[in-house]
Structure formats: structure tokens, C-alpha cells
């Protein structure tokens, strides 16, 4: 695979298990190394994640420039201060039957707004699946499960997490017609619309930059990579990833925990 001098504008990453390995809180020494030269060749380094901008691990901020991050699975595009500078909420309505569909199935329900993770729902089963009893995260989650009214300041939410067993959601979840799963981690599940993806975050950086889709490598490893991984000139998955998200990519390569994107990077000459 060959890409024309320049072509190559923007690299667009997926967070956890693409660029940072689970059980580790940074990119690797080679991919910080990496990620350099490509900015030295004017390339713009993407962060596109499914996280929320307060979830973001500190030490990207450190080895990174991230002049705008990607956030909440496309629902937000936020700068390196985290004020929003594009963002895609769902409709009251929507908000409403997640809500109803999370009493019914005992669901731990958390909303991603603009400014905070938020529960409307059953908070310590959220908490548990969710931060898994980090201190630093578990206090950056507000708990609203009496009043649900933190809409009513800081608008609709952007996004959804479900903490549940598969059998509780995936049998039912034809239900929300609106909003389509990607697995995150056993019992954690990401929910957002169907028409937001991680796609529209890069779609506004190209608008703004003027660059095209010709002009975007673009690394993932899950399910809700996908849309932008098949828009991308080169969309490259890391070989930890499942095989029906592989069957998208133009290029697979190492695994995470084995620098699979310095390598791909390093191989097409991105750098």
C-alpha cells in the first residue's frame, strides 16, 4: 500500500486497547516518538475516543498536543481545555425511553453530557462496571438518580454507557431503534445514535481544516471504530481486535501492547 508525499493529514486514534494498552495509563516511549515526527511533518494527531474529555488519561495531555479531541463516541468535539466546539445531542425523547429502558432491565445508566458523566440510574451498579472503584473517576461521576435534572442546565446528553450482563441488553435493545451498542468491556457497553458516530468528530475537523477523507489514516480495535476506519484513506486495525471489525480495515497490524500502530505508521511511511 502506497500513499503520495502529504497526502496523509490527519491520524485519527481510538484510545483504549489502539494507542493505550489496558492495565497501563500512557502511549508507548516508540508511538510518543512516533506521533512527533508525524507533527513535525505538519500531520495533525487525533485523539477519537468513546470516553468522556473528564475521563482522558492525564498523560495524554503530557505527550500530546491534542489542539482538538475527539470525544463520546462522535457526540462531542471539544478542544485541549475542553470547552465544546461541536457537539450532537439526542432528542428529550430518546433520553427518555434509555431511562424507561433501563428501570426495566435493572441497567446501570450513565449519560455523558457536555460537561460530566452523569447517572439516571441505578448509580452503584453504574459506579461498579464503570470505574470499577478507581478513586479519581468514581469522583468525577455526578449521581442524579432521584431528580434526573441535570439536562435542564447542561442540555441533552451526548451519549450513553450501560452497565449490564449481555443477556439483559442485547435481547431487548431493538427497543431504542435510535441508538446502536458497541461492546466495551464485559458488562460495559457504549450506546449512542445511529447518525452520530466517531466519523462526525472527523468530519468536523476536515470541515474546518478543508481536508478530505483522502486525507485521513485512521486506527481503531472495536465496533464503534468502524465508521470512521472504513471512511479513512487507510483505515488500519490493531490485531487485538475482533475479526468482524477487521474485515473493515485496509491494513492490519501488530497489537496494541506490541505498538501496532508505530509499526503501521512506520511501515506506509506516514513517518
Known amino acids: 500500500m502506497e500513499t503520495e508525499e502529504n497526502e496523509i493529514k490527519l491520524i485519527a486514534c481510538d484510545v483504549d486497547?489502539?494507542?493505550?494498552?489496558?492495565?497501563?495509563?500512557?502511549?508507548?516511549?516508540?508511538?510518543?516518538?512516533?506521533?512527533?515526527?508525524?507533527?513535525?511533518?505538519?500531520i495533525l494527531v487525533f485523539v477519537n475516543t468513546g470516553r468522556h474529555y473528564t475521563f482522558l488519561q492525564p498523560s495524554l495531555f503530557d505527550d500530546l498536543p491534542m489542539e482538538c479531541i475527539g470525544t463520546i463516541n462522535g457526540g462531542c468535539l471539544v478542544d485541549r481545555e475542553g470547552n465544546v466546539l461541536a457537539k450532537h445531542p439526542m432528542s428529550l425523547e430518546t433520553m427518555n425511553h434509555i431511562i424507561e429502558f433501563s428501570r426495566e432491565y435493572d441497567i446501570g445508566l450513565g449519560f455523558k453530557f457536555e460537561d460530566a458523566v452523569v447517572t439516571y440510574h441505578n448509580y452503584d451498579k453504574f459506579i461498579e462496571g464503570y470505574t470499577k472503584g478507581k478513586e479519581r473517576e468514581t469522583k468525577l461521576v455526578i449521581n442524579d438518580d432521584e431528580t434526573k435534572t441535570h439536562h435542564l442546565t447542561y442540555g441533552l446528553p451526548l451519549g450513553v454507557f450501560f452497565v449490564c450482563d449481555e443477556d439483559s441488553l442485547f435481547p431487548h435493545v431493538n427497543e431504542i431503534p435510535e441508538i446502536s451498542i458497541a461492546w466495551s468491556h464485559r458488562d460495559g457497553f457504549d450506546a449512542f445514535l445511529k447518525n452520530v458516530n466517531k466519523a462526525a468528530v472527523i468530519e468536523e475537523v476536515l470541515e474546518r481544516k478543508g481536508w478530505t477523507w483522502d486525507n485521513v489514516i485512521g486506527f481503531g480495535d472495536a465496533e464503534n471504530d468502524i465508521p470512521f476506519i472504513q471512511k479513512a484513506k487507510i483505515g488500519v486495525v490493531v490485531g487485538n481486535a475482533k475479526d468482524n471489525v477487521k474485515a473493515y480495515a485496509d491494513y492490519v497490524t501488530d497489537t496494541c501492547p506490541n505498538d501496532g500502530v508505530a509499526k503501521a505508521l512506520e511501515e506506509l511511511h506516514i513517518i
Open 17 to 42: 486497547n489502539t494507542i493505550i494498552t489496558p492495565g497501563t495509563d500512557r502511549i508507548s516511549k516508540r508511538l510518543k516518538e512516533c506521533f512527533h515526527k508525524a507533527i513535525e511533518k505538519d
